[in-house]
């Protein structure tokens, strides 16, 4: 029997956004079914960690295997976890023989709400505490057994959840708030619930910018109404990644000329004297 074809693009091609649009197959009305909304929301998900796993491996930073690999396999690799060992399934991670070492954990926030009533679409509201309650509880679960990994959430939400406000924040500008909490961990005793780095993906999802992403660190100030004016690309994340895997592991440190620069921080081996 041959095997089943995926949908969209081949997983090997994910290189850009909108390759893992494409990917992930036709976007469903945002008033379709809450199974379907779901199921492709997952199918972005999982092109996304792709994507991300691909960016990481053309810095040739990190002297091991990442996954997913280019070709997807890997993906949602169950990880040991917590005081009891309970294998947790991941996006993007890179382990040694010391155990994980950096993860990434993907989130997607892609449709707005349907009022139940009207069926008028309202704002991206609804899910973005749950979303918070299973990032606490997988960054519990992983630095309790690994608390010198490092672990960056990435959250993406299409572009216009900017421009919801009215005369209330914007739904981007109530996922940073809601966000906020779960991130600033700058060291290993530091609390388990936190991540190291927390960044919102803001995407386009139709022409005619279709595949932009740019992202937003909840650390920063949002705007209450509007796109905020600090975002940055996708390989922005991934050298603010590398940095803080660099700093906590003791192979880089943050030279004045290096922390502006374009690169990727160059990771060197620790010290054996």
């Known amino acids: 029997m041959a095997p089943k074809r995926s949908e969209g693009a081949p997983v090997a091609a994910i290189r850009t956004f909108v390759d893992a649009l494409d990917a992930a197959g036709p976007r469903p009305d945002p008033r379709a079914s809450r199974e379907e909304k779901k199921n492709w929301s997952e199918r972005l998900s999982n092109k996304i960690a792709v994507l991300i796993a691909n960016e990481l491996r053309t810095t040739r930073q990190l002297r091991g ?112 708030m809601t966000f906020r909490a779960r991130t600033g961990r700058k060291r290993p005793d530091e609390p388990a619930q936190l991540f190291e780095l927390f960044f919102i993906g803001l995407y386009d999802w139709d022409i005619p910018e279709r595949g932009r992403v740019e992202f937003f660190n909840v650390e920063d100030a949002p705007r209450r109404r509007g796109a905020p004016s600090r975002l940055v690309g996708i390989d922005s994340v991934v050298r603010q990644t590398l940095a803080v895997y660099g700093q906590r592991n003791r192979l880089w440190v943050p030279f004045e000329d290096d922390i502006q620069g374009k690169q990727a921080p160059q990771l060197s081996p620790p010290d054996t004297d």
């Open 65 to 176: 295997e990442i996954l997913p690999s280019p070709t997807g396999t890997g993906r949602e690799k169950p990880v040991p976890s917590g005081s009891f060992n309970k294998p947790k399934k991941t996006d993007v991670n890179y382990s040694t023989l010391s155990g994980l070492e950096l993860l990434i954990s993907i989130k997607t926030l892609g449709f707005r709400d349907v009022d139940r009533k009207t069926r008028e679409l309202r704002r991206y509201t609804k899910n973005m505490l749950r979303n918070d309650h299973e990032l606490r509880a997988e960054a519990m679960e992983f630095h309790e057994r690994y608390p010198y990994a490092v672990l960056v959430a990435l959250f993406f939400i299409p572009r216009d959840s900017c421009e919801d406000a009215g005369s209330d924040k914007s739904s981007f500008a109530h996922a940073v």
